[in-house]
């Protein structure tokens, strides 16, 4: 009789000659889903070894949008100053917004370049997933080294512009002693950005898997710019007791006027300025972090 003959014979029942069905009983303990969720303390070590990988998928893409234009990386620089103009000649010589304002024109320039970071955080989660879909579905990494990529990409995209926008409004200053305290502007920018990590994180997911929640995010980017005092100081206005409550608690309001402070009034802001701000943007870095993270298992089916 052949081997292959006696291995039938064993795996069929003596009595009633039918196949017998054996259980084999696999431990799958240590066993996960390819794309499942780890612990919060893998998943961050995960993202702190995909550093190298997050720094060279940012430094791919700084200046991209500039790369395929005759003048190439000079736009920069152009950029925000065709802005500024535009809006200095709309604010200040027709509306006249810069009544009483010995440098309107620093006082603009911080607004809308700074502002930059916090409108570029917010649109810029809008579609992550999908335009990086390619790229999730190809790899297994912390799905949230994406945001953060892009992130530092910002980081580096507004390093030239925001350095321009202080330069503008020294110069602005018609003569006036450069102030030491603008040196706090670099705590400011880092805080800016972790910031605007956090709500890049909370808008890709949320438009990972609702995609008709970008158009909420561009009217929410719009209504921002008029509620963050990026052209005017609200005190200046007889404002509503309410609106000027709501505007003052608005943390990109507060970081343009701690920007403005340290630039322009040569003042640093005062411990419950920083205490507010740092707290806003540990607090929204660190909820939109654990906010994608939850979804991390679903990123790689979005559409």
Known sequence: MSENDQN????????????????IVVDDSDLAPLDGKPRLGQYCANLWRSRSFIR???????????????????WVI?????????????????????RGMSNFVGFLVIGVVFFGIFSSGITGGSNLIQNSRSLIT??????????TSGIVKLFLDNLVPCL???IIAIAFQWGEPIHWSVIFVIPLYLLAHLFA????AIIARITAFIPDFRSVVTLLSRGLFFLSGVFFEISRFDASPLLQSIVESNPIYQFLKAFRSCIIDGSIPGISSWVFLTVWSVSIATFGFIFFYLAEERYSVVK
Do not use: E
């Open 8 to 23: 039938q014979k064993l795996d069929t029942d003596q009595k009633t000659g039918q196949p017998k069905i054996v259980t």
């Open 56 to 74: 060279t998928h940012a430094l791919t893409k700084v200046h991209k949008n500039s790369r395929d234009r005759y003048l190439g990386n000079l």
């Open 78 to 98: 152009l950029d925000p100053i065709f802005q500024v103009s535009i809006y200095a000649l709309i604010f200040g010589l027709i509306l006249k917004v810069d």
């Open 138 to 147: 190809s790899f297994t990494f912390p799905r949230i080294a994406v945001v």
């Open 164 to 166: 321009l926008a202080v």
């Open 197 to 200: 990590f956090g709500t890049t």
